[in-house]
Nanobody
């Protein structure tokens, strides 16, 4: 499975940003997928995940502003970030693992064995 993120930008705080992750090799219908963030000097943290069947889970710190979704026909998973803040500045990574479960989701990095190269989001106040 190869993952390619896009959509990262450097910008002033804006209302909305959408990141894209395109999967090749396996479609999102066979994958549990997630977004992780890693700020400067910080460890990688799971913020949103979507199960093969569409169930989602979020880290408590982003639950009200981040939305993960997917389009199996486009092999794409999205992360929408509302009300961007300077604290959202980080490298954003897409991750995936093949699963037979329709409902299993995880925000733990060790559960994922496929990773994208990351896309940088920088938010200035």
């Amino acid at each position: 499975v190869q993952l390619a993120e896009s959509g990262g930008v450097s910008l002033l705080a804006v209302a909305l940003l959408r990141l894209f992750c395109v999967a090749s090799g396996n479609t999102p219908s066979t994958l549990c997928m997630a977004w992780f963030i890693q700020g400067p000097g910080q460890s990688r943290e799971g913020v949103a995940a979507i199960a093969r069947g569409g169930t989602t889970t979020y880290a408590g710190s982003v639950k009200d502003r981040f939305t993960i979704s997917k389009d199996n026909s486009l092999n794409t998973v999205y992360l929408q970030i509302n009300s961007l803040q300077p604290e959202d500045t980080a490298m954003y990574y897409c991750a995936a693992h093949v699963t037979v479960s329709n409902r299993a989701v995880s925000l733990a990095a060790h559960d994922y064995n496929y990773w994208g190269q990351g896309t940088q989001v920088t938010v200035s106040s």
